[in-house]
């Protein structure tokens, strides 16, 4: 299109010197010759005006696109310089993340030192109790409980609480138990009764707790939906020197707030100190649940939990029924007050959810069901297994928890 524009505006140049040209000689102004070279120089100036104005026009295009162009390396520039910004910004929370990573990894392999310190060794044990054994039959010596927290020989069996009536796992309750060197696994009870004898039990408290939050992080890293409760016992919430070397763990690891609920028997929050109370209330500021375990009576005072930041209830399946059918008290409600489908809601309004465990039969899960419990624990839906080492090795993604068979 502009090539024809051009040869219609030559013909255009060419037509007015031609007629120019013709008019001077007709005119008689001059003679022929003349006039002709006299229309030749009309073209050319034609000529060179149209040129000039060609050219005018295309410097005034060629500047606006060196201002377009300056105006769009002006906006590269800032762009360059803002995403330059924006990884320097990266690589600063990177080399914090990192730096703060490994003072975490220090701080927990300060921790696990100092607790296994505590814990003593073969000569400090030998000087407490004389033979290094426990008293009430030396089952397991303390010795053998030490080797075993500091090998990390610490294993988490859980037990799934599931959805009634569906059945769906809806979370784990962790059990830490401990394998001696030749792989056998020690009972609570001997390794307690060891522990209690040496006088080193509040030390193994604590790191079975550090070591159960230690493998229930690596658990919830691979799927965050997994809630587990962990049990806590009262002498680690009471216990001055270690407790707040646990809190800052776990604030540096608040992240699994929404997975993991500390739990805590009813008789140790009924016992519990102003020390044991602060250390639960600080724990609940990072957001951490407590569950209460271990009903010995059901007459709760529901709003003193709900204020320790208590979400969870335990009861005995056996024990709720009984309760009910011998018309007890419960929740501060006279005996007989309650209708049965009320119950679930009555610790609903304290924000509390209500776990009826230990169930065993399936006569129980019918009884169970007419109170409208939403959750609920037992062997019949599940013994405790072991969770598999390959599943604690892996660093992908993973759907559920896998459990040993």
Request: net charge negative.
């Amino acid at each position: 299109m502009p090539r024809a524009l051009d040869i219609l505006i030559l013909m255009t140049y060419v037509a007015i010197a031609t007629v120019a040209a013709i008019g001077f000689e007709w005119l008689g102004l001059m003679s022929g010759m003349t006039a002709w070279m006299m229309g030749a120089i009309v073209f050319i100036v034609a000529g060179m005006a149209h040129s000039a104005a060609s050219r005018s026009q295309e410097r005034r295009t060629l500047e606006k696109e060196i201002h377009n162009l300056k105006a769009s390396n002006l906006a590269l520039a800032e762009e360059f310089e803002a995403a330059q910004k924006r990884i320097d910004a990266i690589t600063d929370e990177l080399r914090a993340e990192a730096v703060e990573r490994d003072n975490a990894l220090v701080h927990e392999v300060k921790v696990l030192e100092d607790l296994v310190r505590r814990v003593g060794g073969p000569r400090e044990v030998g000087a407490r109790t004389g033979t290094g054994q426990a008293a009430s039959g030396g089952s397991t010596d303390i010795d053998t409980v030490r080797d075993a927290l500091s090998a990390n020989r610490v294993d988490l069996y859980l037990q799934p609480v599931v959805t009634l009536p569906q059945r769906r796992v809806a979370f784990y309750e962790g059990y830490t138990r401990l394998r001696d060197a030749t792989g056998r696994v020690l009972t609570p009870a001997s390794f307690i009764a060891a522990a209690e004898e040496a006088g080193v039990m509040t030390e193994v408290d604590n790191l079975l707790l550090f070591r159960c939050v230690q493998i229930v992080r690596r658990l919830t890293g691979q799927d965050r939906k997994v809630g587990i409760f962990c049990n806590v016992s009262l002498n680690s919430l009471s216990d001055e020197d270690f407790f707040p070397e646990f809190l800052d763990f776990v604030r540096q690891n608040k992240d699994l707030s929404g997975s993991l609920i500390f739990e805590i028997s009813q008789r140790a929050f009924e016992e519990r100190d102003a020390i044991a109370a602060r250390n639960m209330a600080r724990m609940a500021d990072f957001g951490f649940r407590f569950s209460v375990d271990q009903i010995n009576h059901v007459d709760l005072d529901l709003s003193e939990m709900e204020r320790a930041g208590v979400r969870f209830v335990k009861i005995g399946g056996k024990r709720l029924l009984d309760a009910i059918n011998n018309y007890e008290s419960i929740a501060g409600y006279e005996a007989g007050s309650i209708a049965h489908e009320d119950l679930a809601g009555l610790f609903a309004r304290h924000g509390i959810e209500l776990i009826v465990d230990k169930i065993e039969t399936e006569n129980t899960v019918v009884e169970v069901l007419e109170l409208d419990v939403a959750y609920g624990q037992g062997h019949l839906f599940g013994e405790p297994r072991p969770v598999r080492d390959d599943v604690l090795e892996e660093t992908g993604q993973q759907p559920a928890v896998r459990l040993a068979g």
